[in-house]
């Protein structure tokens, strides 16, 4: 069994009805190791004596004055001693006596191990039924989607880590997404992601728990599409963008029927908007994904990196110029034909194919031409990682 000191920490806020029971089941699971343990509590701020139950079990305690689950965690990962943590809420919802496989795990060079309480067993009205048959499976998989991480419940509240592992991915909400956060980075950072079987049984307290459904859940999900550009920014500009050009093409040659509905300049009008709409967000997918790696929130990307250093400014400025020259090329062509026609009235919707055309290609070329200085400037050497911005006293 493993010779690294072992932590478990609870966070803590109001907990006296189960505090003492969790500290004393941690205490008994960790006494089957040989190797230096301790009991760590973090104290978010308890007013009915947790502080008291916590020190008469035996536990260590941790003041947390900024409130949050994520605040509270953060700061007893940095008060604990070097070697393994695993936390677990202290609502004796959790079983300690499965400490052992999540060192195990540890021991065999994982660096993050997380909890999988559908494999291993929730118990009847252990989770409200939304959380357990949307809410964790959703997220769970948006999770799995987005950053191929290989756990089927991101927020389950009992997982093990190696202290030195943690500290360094500069974890810093306060609140519930801390879970997602811890995950997110790890698979970010190249950690050694595990999952082990846990259970979950009723807590046993009798006022509600902290978590709050839809708030909570909405910032998990947040944090996910933050942390990840493509998804958020650069999928959904693309397909935009692919159906908007695709589409105003087809319209261009004249009116166009699908069995008795027929689609006219009205329709062009919408799929150039959508061409216009996707191509900005594609360079916002750009700009995030850049500003991010260089700021040091995001690796490094060799695929990414290649693209840009082939899209240079004088590239862009080049592709701007062409499609501004193509509108107005457009426009003057239009007005050729108004000209033809004495500058009297004309048919709206002959007109319309060459203006409308005309206007998105000057909208997309001044956007390609600002584009190209902007992301000159975010991949400017010159921008400094945030991480190294942050001094120790502000690292979270």
């Known amino acids: 069994m493993s010779a690294q000191a072992i932590t478990i920490l609870m966070p803590c806020l109001n907990e006296a009805e189960t505090l003492g029971i969790c500290v004393e089941k941690a205490k008994a699971a960790l006494e089957a190791f040989r190797a230096p343990w301790e009991i760590l509590v973090a104290d978010n701020g308890s007013v009915d004596g947790s502080q008291a139950i916590a020190t008469a079990g035996g536990a260590r305690v941790v003041s947390v004055p900024t409130r949050g689950y ?208 996707g191509s900005q967000v594609t360079i916002f997918a750009i700009s995030a994904k850049l500003f991010c790696t260089r700021a040091g929130l995001l690796p490094t990307n060799e695929t990414f990196e290649r693209v840009m250093r082939k899209i240079t400014l004088d590239r862009g400025l080049l592709l701007g110029l062409a499609l501004v020259l193509t509108g107005l090329a457009l426009a003057i062509v239009a007005v050729a034909r108004w000209h033809t026609l004495g500058f009297g009235p004309t048919t709206p919707t002959r007109m319309l194919r060459l203006t409308l055309p005309s206007a998105a290609t000057l909208m997309l070329g001044v956007q390609a031409i600002f584009a190209s200085f902007f992301l000159s400037l975010l991949n400017s050497k010159q921008i400094q990682p945030l991480t190294d911005m942050l001094s120790p006293d502000t690292k979270a």
Request: charged fraction near 20%.
């Open 70 to 277: 994520g605040a509270a965690l953060s700061a007893g990962i940095d008060a604990a001693q070097p070697g393994y943590i695993l936390i677990a809420d202290a609502d004796d919802s959790y079983d300690f006596a499965h400490l052992p496989r999540f060192i195990e795990a540890l021991d065999a060079g994982q660096d993050l191990v997380m909890g999988n309480r559908f494999a291993g067993g929730i118990l009847e009205n252990a989770m409200p039924l939304l959380h357990r048959y949307l809410g964790n499976p959703v997220l769970s998989y948006v999770g799995r989607l987005f950053f191929k991480v290989p756990c089927h419940d991101f927020h389950c509240g009992m997982r093990a880590f190696r202290k030195e592992a943690v500290q360094g991915l500069n974890l810093r909400t306060t609140g519930m997404e801390f879970a997602s956060e811890m995950v997110v980075k790890s698979a970010l950072g190249g950690l050694r992601i595990g999952e082990v079987p846990t259970t979950l049984r009723p807590d046993g307290r009798s006022r509600a728990p902290h978590l709050r459904t839809w708030p909570d859940g909405w910032r998990h999900l947040r944090f996910l599409l933050s942390y990840s550009p493509r998804w958020l920014f650069f999928y959904p500009g693309m397909l935009l963008t692919i159906c908007g050009a695709l589409l105003s093409l087809w319209l261009l040659p004249g009116e166009r029927h699908v069995g008795h509905m027929s689609f006219d300049v009205d329709t062009l009008v919408y799929t150039l908007g959508m061409l216009l709409i």
